[in-house]
């Protein structure tokens, strides 16, 4: 059974970092694609940020460009989102996905979802 469990979420204040991490278990990790998606209370959810199998090509939400960095460890079976210059409008809870490809930004979907993990900025 495919399981992926998100961490690292938290309360910070504008302007600090935080790394979510994203463990997955039950599927063959490296022949994934991998991403992160956010829903803040009353929105829809939204993407945040994609990577590719070996990691190698990512692609990001405008909103986060030169603030967020997603990576993959596929060795460790992890993905991560470091997460810098945070702003109140990052809120949210925050979802690892498996199996997203490159229409993610206006899909929304993929094969399997995380739990989810809150990140809370600040102001």
């Known amino acids: 059974q495919v399981q992926l469990v998100e961490s690292g979420g938290g309360l910070v204040q504008t302007e600090g970092s935080l790394r979510l991490s994203c463990a997955a278990s039950?599927?063959?990790?490296?022949?994934?694609?991998m991403g992160w998606f956010r829903q803040a209370p009353g929105k829809e959810r939204e993407f945040v940020a994609r990577?590719?199998?070996?990691?190698?090509?990512?692609d990001y939400a405008d909103f986060v460009k030169g603030r967020f960095t997603i990576s993959r460890v596929n060795l460790k079976n992890t993905m991560y989102l470091q997460m810098n210059s945070l702003k109140p409008e990052d809120t949210a809870v925050y979802y690892c996905a498996a199996g997203v490809d490159s229409r993610a930004a206006t899909t929304r979907r993929a094969n399997y979802w995380g739990q989810g993990t809150q990140v809370t900025v600040s102001s």
């Open positions: 990577i590719s199998f070996t990691g190698v090509n990512t």
């Open positions: 039950g599927l063959t990790f490296s022949t994934y694609s």
